[in-house]
Structure formats: C-alpha cells, structure tokens
C-alpha cells in the first residue's frame, strides 16, 4: 500500500495554532487516491477542511485539487488552497515560482510573493440582492445572538449561488460589538434555519477602523452545530466584488473577527 505526506497548516496566520487549520496530503503523479480513500483520510484528520493534490504527469506547475472536510467533499475551499500552495511552494520549494491548481471551480493560479508569502487568483463570486426577504432570512439575522434593531441602521439581504451562502450586510455595527457577538438558533428557529438548505451564512458589515475596509463573521447552517468557520477565502470572493460594487473598491482590506 503506498504512503502519503500529510502537511497540517494554519493559513491566514503568521502565529501557531492561529487561523484556519488545513491538511494537505501531496499525491505524487505516478501514484492514485481513490475519493472514497480521501474522504476516509479527511474524516480521520478531522481538520475543518483536508486539501489532496497530485501533479499531473510529472508536471511540477499543474496540480489536481481536491476538498474534504470530515464529512463530505467541498465545492470550493479558499483556506485549504492556500496551504496547499503553502507547502508545494514553500515547504517542499517546487523550483517554479508560480503553480496551477485544477480544481471543482476552474483552474487556480498561487504564486510565491517576495516575502515568501503565497498569492492567489480566485474566481469572484458576485451576490445578488434579495429585494423580498423569506421570513427565514430574517430568523438567521435575530439568531446573531444580542443584534437588535437599534443596533443597526439597516441589513440588506444577499445570495451567493456559487457557495449557496446567505450575506446579510449590515449597517452601523460598532466593530467591537460585532467580534463579541455569537451565532446562537433557538430549538424552534435551528429548523427553520436548516430547512435553508443553505452552506453558510455571511455577517459582513464596513469597518470603523482606518486600517480595515470590511469585518466578517461565517457560519455554517447546513448542520445542527452551527459552527463557525474561523477564516474562510470563499466568503471573501463574494464580500470582495459586493465592496467593489456598492463602495468602488478595488483593493480591501478585510479581517473576519471569528471568536
């Protein structure tokens, strides 16, 4: 039976044990790993995601890219590519300077930065606006646990298709409120909320900070644990072209305050 590399990496951090904690297991190209295998791997990791690429026919530039997290495959995992290009680019120190991931959405560019740090090229996930709200929206913005309607001017309503997300962009939330906050359904409404059918929801709202442009919060409402994602890249490829539209940004700087 042929052994495999796993890599553990906490992306988005420079500190240990901070960020979002990826595995990365590095197929080498004459060697296989059937989705069920690593689906089976990712459980037994039980990492909030698992990352499985494998070099297309020697080629050092070109990786399969595959997600799993405990329990399933993954549509799309920003944190998980990062780690990937992590240890390809800066741990194993492929000789290109630039890779390719193959991926579920399309091929992903990650290249290495001057400082070593990793650079990636998402596709942008534009949300469109929700003119007439189902009630269910509005249960999953009172389960933002202490929110009330002074607290806030206004909550406008988004879908994202390509991740299945919920974005409730919200007005006039003082930033360290918003980091204190928690995500907490009642019995009665986690049903409602599930009956969605929807993979996560994103709290984002304008930073009052000058060295910050948007603060974030995700949480995953396709299971009954309601967990909170702690750094999640495919949330910001929908937060990014929703800021560049609404306030002409072209560059933004973002910090999700996951708690």
Not at 220 to 246: C, K, M, R, W, Y
Request: net charge negative; charged share 15%; proline share 5%.
């Amino acid at each position: 039976m042929p052994t495999f590399e796993i890599y553990v990496v906490d992306a988005f951090t420079t500190a240990r044990f901070g960020g979002n904690a990826a595995a990365v297991v590095v197929i080498p190209h004459d060697k296989d790993m059937d989705e069920t295998t690593m689906q089976n791997v990712a459980s037994e990791v039980n990492l909030p995601m698992s990352a499985f690429v494998k070099a297309q026919s020697g080629d050092q530039a070109l990786y399969k890219l595959l997600w799993f997290n405990p329990t399933a495959k993954a549509a799309f995992c920003g944190h998980a590519t990062l780690a990937a290009g992590h240890v390809l680019l800066n741990i194993l120190k492929l000789p290109a300077t630039s890779i390719k991931f193959d991926s579920p959405v399309g091929v992903l560019n990650a290249s290495k930065g001057s400082a070593n740090e990793i650079v990636l090229q998402f596709p942008s996930s534009p949300p469109t606006v929700v003119t007439e709200p189902p009630s269910a929206y509005r249960t999953v913005l009172h389960a933002f646990t202490g929110l009330s309607v002074a607290d806030i001017k206004t909550a406008v309503f988004y879908y994202a298709p390509r991740a299945n997300d919920l974005v409730i962009l919200l007005d006039g939330v003082d930033d360290t409120k918003f980091a204190a906050l928690d995500f907490a359904p009642s019995a009665d409404t986690s049903r409602e909320i599930l009956a969605l059918n929807m993979r996560a929801a994103v709290f984002v709202a304008r930073s009052q900070r000058d060295d910050t442009d948007s603060i974030a919060r995700v949480f995953h409402i396709n299971n009954a644990g309601f967990d909170e994602d702690q750094v999640t890249g495919s949330a910001h490829t929908i937060i990014a072209p929703l800021f560049s539209s609404l306030f002409g940004m072209q560059r933004i700087r973002a910090h999700q305050c996951s708690r």
